[in-house]
């Protein structure tokens, strides 16, 4: 009792479209650990979804509630991959949270692999169009770097071959 130390839990970060939520399933099911999707989580508690929160209440808001759910998933002891939503690193509060209780993998992608992946973009209100994401993207890449405790890139890789690559830097 008490020698066994748990695992600490790892947040997967990146751009919209990084494949954040496919590598968290994947991962939990190979390896046998329990994950969750911090959105839909916080959609659940909510119970709203993200679009209307953001319609209703504005960017900020939705900031302020998506810290406090992700500090409540992190002190979990269960979940152990949490998917975290695109923007958790614009609040310095966020990545605190992330480093002090676990570890973060910033799962890399271009905005135009991004578009690709996500045909229907009216679940995601800061997902625009193209022009905007390839800016977003550019503005929160030293975000993400600053961030992150390792990076690994999913641009032209499908789903297994990141989970690869993830797993071994875990
Ligand atoms: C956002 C990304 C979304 C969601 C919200 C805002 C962002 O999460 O949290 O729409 O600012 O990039 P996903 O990255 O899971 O789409």
Redesign the pocket.
């Known amino acids: 009792q008490g020698k066994y130390k748990l695992l600490k839990p790892v947040f997967l970060i990146?751009?919209?479209?990084?494949g954040?939520?496919s590598v968290a399933q994947y991962l939990a099911n190979v390896l046998g650990l329990a994950s969750i999707?911090?959105?839909e989580y916080?959609e659940l508690m909510e119970d709203r979804v993200?679009?209307d929160i953001?319609a209703e209440d504005g960017?900020d808001y939705?900031r302020d509630i998506?810290t406090r759910h992700l500090e409540e998933l992190a002190k979990r002891k269960l979940v152990r991959l949490i998917?975290?939503?695109?923007?958790?690193i614009?609040r310095p509060a966020n990545i605190e949270i992330m480093h002090s209780y676990g570890y973060t993998v910033y799962l890399g992608v271009t905005a135009d692999e991004a578009a690709e992946r996500?045909p229907n973009t009216e679940?995601?209100?800061?997902?625009k169009n193209i022009d905007v994401a390839r800016k977003?993207v550019l503005e929160?890449m030293p975000l993400y770097e600053a961030a992150a405790d390792a990076y690994v890139e999913t641009t032209g890789r499908k789903v297994p071959d990141i989970c690869r690559e993830v797993a071994l830097r875990l």
């Open positions: 990146g751009f919209m479209g990084a954040k939520t999707d911090a959105d916080l993200i679009a953001f960017e939705f998506e998917a975290t939503g695109g923007g958790v614009k996500i679940s995601r209100p800061l997902f977003t929160r």
